[in-house]
């Protein structure tokens, strides 16, 4: 069982046509939920981290919410730059203090 | 300038031959790590090292054995390459333990492809 799951695995939008991801986890003893962006050939980008619930952070047209069990990544009138994989990771007491365990990501297209 | 930095971008070699791929960070960071990214995206920590040690150690073949020769340097050795073995590798480090969240930042990959 995937201790991370992202949904949906691809999402496309119209410019300007807000939605949210969704990531959920199982894991037990959150110490971090991270979310990354990733464009094609290039490596991850840090975006947000959250710790507990309630939680919310805000980035331009992003805004990242967690929950006790999930959290959402809200996009707010895209745009075409807006397109990437968003990747979510968590980092929980029954890991090693410094591992990320990444979920398989959300591939976005903002269509103009 | 470039915080983490890998070397080479692509890497296309045979079966059965053994390559390296270094990576070296300027963020000051003491814990550094290997991930692999398969063909479906996913994103899977392989080792990481804090100040020079070992720290994790996944299930990793044996054929796989990362060098730190110091805590700006983590490099990746790959002996008798398999077919299996064609992924992305990112390199990544972050802060010590405890600070600025473990916040761990990426160079942008290796493709290994092994014909």
């Known amino acids: 069982e995937d201790q991370v799951t992202q949904s949906p695995e691809a999402l496309r939008l119209q410019e300007g046509e807000s939605s949210s991801l969704n990531c959920s986890y199982t894991?037990?003893?959150?110490?971090?939920l991270f979310w990354y962006r990733q464009d094609p050939g290039k490596g991850p980008e840090f975006l947000f981290t959250l710790y507990s619930a309630g939680e919310e952070k805000e980035k331009e047209r992003l805004k990242a919410t967690l929950t006790k069990k999930e959290s959402f990544l809200h996009i707010t009138a895209p745009k075409p730059e807006d397109s990437a994989t968003y990747l979510c990771?968590?980092?929980?007491?029954?890991?090693?203090?410094?591992?990320?365990?990444f979920g398989k990501g959300t591939k976005l297209s903002v269509i103009p | 300038d470039t915080a983490v930095s890998q070397t080479p971008k692509y890497l296309v070699t045979q079966m059965g031959n053994d390559k390296s791929i270094k990576c070296e960070q300027n963020?000051?960071?003491?814990?550094m790590y290997w991930y692999k990214q398969d063909s479906k995206k996913f994103l899977k920590i392989m080792f990481s090292y804090n100040n020079k040690e070992l720290i994790i150690n996944e299930t990793v073949p044996n054929r796989f054995s990362p060098k730190s020769p110091d805590k700006a340097h983590l490099n990746l050795h790959i002996n008798s390459l398999e077919l299996g073995d064609s992924a992305v590798y990112f390199c990544?480090?972050?802060?010590?333990?405890?600070?600025?969240?473990?916040?761990?930042?990426f160079g942008a990959g290796t493709r290994l492809s092994v014909l």
């Open positions: 894991v037990s003893g959150l110490r971090g």
């Open positions: 990771a968590v980092r929980y007491s029954g890991a090693g203090s410094y591992q990320l365990t």
């Open positions: 990544a480090s972050s802060p010590r333990q405890g600070a600025s969240g473990n916040i761990q930042y």
């Open positions: 963020l000051g960071h003491d814990t």
